[in-house]
């Protein structure tokens, strides 16, 4: 049997979703994060060294990394679903897109974030000045490279209904995750009609509502 093990508020509920996608069956053991810093909690390195989520066991084995872990999933229990045919410019499209998702779309993501949260981490004579160099970074930086990103995410769905072409993939599910942090904390879906009807069709999926159901409220931060 295949266990996921489920932190909430991270990566691991785009499994979850897959999961209920492909009808694996599938066991949870559940993490919570420390309320205060948002850190795994210890017993998830007793499963990985690094602690972190999402990760999964099977057969005796441990996979971690989302990525590694939906290609695994959709290549041994996906029966060709979820995943275009070899050789195809959407099979292409496919892996671009699997990769995608945390190589380039999540950094700017996560800087966002660090720079956000910085201020109020700061020691009290220090939070001004903090905040002060937190804004010019995002300004001048993290801004400009997220409006690049989302306006070829945009584009991209301008031209085809789903990442990898015309059918939903699990490339769908990996991009799920950045732009639902994209539009939590970034705004990227003010004036991409293209991006918020994408996040409208995915919130539609009986699949995707069962792994909510499962995982939990997430809040992608």
Same mark, same amino acid.
């Given at each position: 049997? &295949? %266990?996921?093990?489920?932190?909430?508020?991270?990566?691991?509920?785009?499994?979850?979703?897959? &999961?209920?996608?492909?009808?694996?069956?599938?066991?949870?053991?559940?993490?919570?994060?420390?309320?205060?810093?948002?850190?795994?909690?210890?017993? $998830?390195?007793?499963?990985? +060294? &690094?602690?972190?989520?999402?990760?999964?066991?099977?057969?005796?084995?441990?996979?971690?990394? %989302?990525?590694?872990?939906?290609?695994?999933?959709?290549?041994?229990?996906?029966?060709? /679903?979820?995943? #275009? #045919?070899?050789?195809?410019?959407?099979?292409?499209?496919?892996?671009?897109?699997?990769?995608?998702?945390?190589?380039?779309?999540?950094?700017?993501?996560l800087l966002k974030l660090v720079f956000i949260a910085l201020p109020a981490r700061a020691p009290g004579l220090l939070r001004g $000045?903090? =905040?002060?160099?937190?804004? /010019?970074a995002q300004a001048g930086y993290v801004d400009p490279q997220l409006k690049t990103l989302f306006d070829y995410l945009e584009e991209?769905?301008? /031209?085809?209904?789903?990442?990898?072409? #015309?059918?939903? %993939?699990?490339?769908?599910?990996?991009?799920?995750?950045p732009l639902e942090a994209a539009a939590d904390r970034a705004g990227a879906l003010v004036g991409r009609p293209h991006l918020a009807?994408?996040?409208? =069709?995915?919130?539609?999926? +009986?699949?995707?509502? /069962?792994?909510?159901?499962?995982?939990?409220?997430?809040?992608?931060?």
């Amino acid at each position: 049997m &295949l %266990t996921v093990h489920h932190l909430n508020n991270s990566r691991s509920q785009r499994v979850l979703w897959l &999961l209920e996608e492909l009808g694996v069956p599938y066991e949870i053991k559940y993490y919570q994060r420390d309320p205060q810093t948002l850190s795994a909690p210890p017993e $998830l390195k007793t499963i990985h +060294p &690094l602690g972190k989520s999402p990760v999964i066991t099977v057969d005796g084995g441990v996979l971690a990394e %989302t990525g590694a872990i939906v290609d695994y999933i959709v290549a041994r229990y996906g029966k060709g /679903r979820l995943i #275009p #045919p070899a050789n195809t410019p959407e099979r292409l499209a496919w892996n671009y897109w699997l990769h995608f998702a945390e190589g380039s779309a999540m950094p700017p993501l996560l800087l966002k974030l660090v720079f956000i949260a910085l201020p109020a981490r700061a020691p009290g004579l220090l939070r001004g $000045l903090v =905040k002060s160099i937190a804004g /010019r970074a995002q300004a001048g930086y993290v801004d400009p490279q997220l409006k690049t990103l989302f306006d070829y995410l945009e584009e991209v769905l301008t /031209r085809t209904e789903w990442f990898a072409g #015309p059918e939903f %993939t699990a490339a769908d599910i990996m991009m799920s995750y950045p732009l639902e942090a994209a539009a939590d904390r970034a705004g990227a879906l003010v004036g991409r009609p293209h991006l918020a009807a994408f996040l409208e =069709k995915i919130h539609a999926r +009986p699949a995707y509502k /069962r792994a909510l159901e499962k995982g939990g409220p997430d809040a992608y931060a």
